[in-house]
């Protein structure tokens, strides 16, 4: 069944998962899902977990080559990716979505605007945050030569059952693999062609 729900919230960890469901039984326009898995986070300190705001992202890292959206338990991963690039010589910014509808449409603008690239993380398929993202930067004219746009997805066939950390390399959503592409789309040059 396909969701119809219009504001979805999906968490990095458990702490923010209880911050989520208390924002959630406190909102008054209506329904609002959370999304997550079935997995094991990293409990961290409720205290240390900023404060949510309707369909707001949170940055955690600021950087000035890459800006990495990540949803839910990838956002540990993008932080990883982000001390990889770091070590290579690219500065790069870490996003929390948390928030996968309503985009936060005004960051993803100021980030495009600012940045090189905009990469996407999510444990999801075609369709999903990074569609919304992409969709939004056509929509709005951002992908142009001066900006590259990447979602990263899980792959479109079967992954068999296995420790969490396999099945993330099997997908591709490891932070060595998510680099390698990252790397990829760097070194890759934009080319547009203008018709008469």
């Not at 039984?25 to 329904?31: A, H, L, Q, T, V």
Request: glycine content about 6%.
């Amino acid at each position: 069944m396909v969701s119809k729900a219009k504001k979805i919230m999906v968490p990095r960890n458990g702490a923010e998962l209880r911050a989520m469901m208390e924002f959630a039984c406190n909102y008054e326009k209506g329904p609002l899902a959370i999304r997550y898995p079935k997995a094991s986070t990293a409990e961290i300190d409720e205290n240390k977990s900023p404060q949510l705001e309707f369909g707001k992202a949170y940055i955690l890292r600021k950087g000035e080559d890459v800006a990495l959206f990540a949803v839910g338990l990838m956002v540990d991963t993008a932080e990883d990716v982000a001390d990889l690039l770091q070590a290579k010589g690219y500065s790069t910014a870490v996003i929390n979505a948390r928030f996968v509808k309503p985009l936060d449409e005004n960051l993803i603008w100021q980030l495009a605007a600012d940045h090189e690239t905009i990469i996407t993380i999510e444990e999801g398929s075609i369709g999903g945050f990074g569609s919304h993202v992409g969709h939004f930067l056509s929509d709005k004219n951002l992908l142009d030569s001066n900006l590259k746009y990447r979602s990263m997805i899980l792959p479109d066939r079967f992954i068999d059952q296995d420790k969490p950390d396999l099945m993330y390399k099997f997908a591709g959503l490891d932070a060595e693999s998510i680099e390698n592409k990252i790397l990829d789309t760097l070194n890759s040059k934009v080319i547009i062609k203008k018709t008469n």
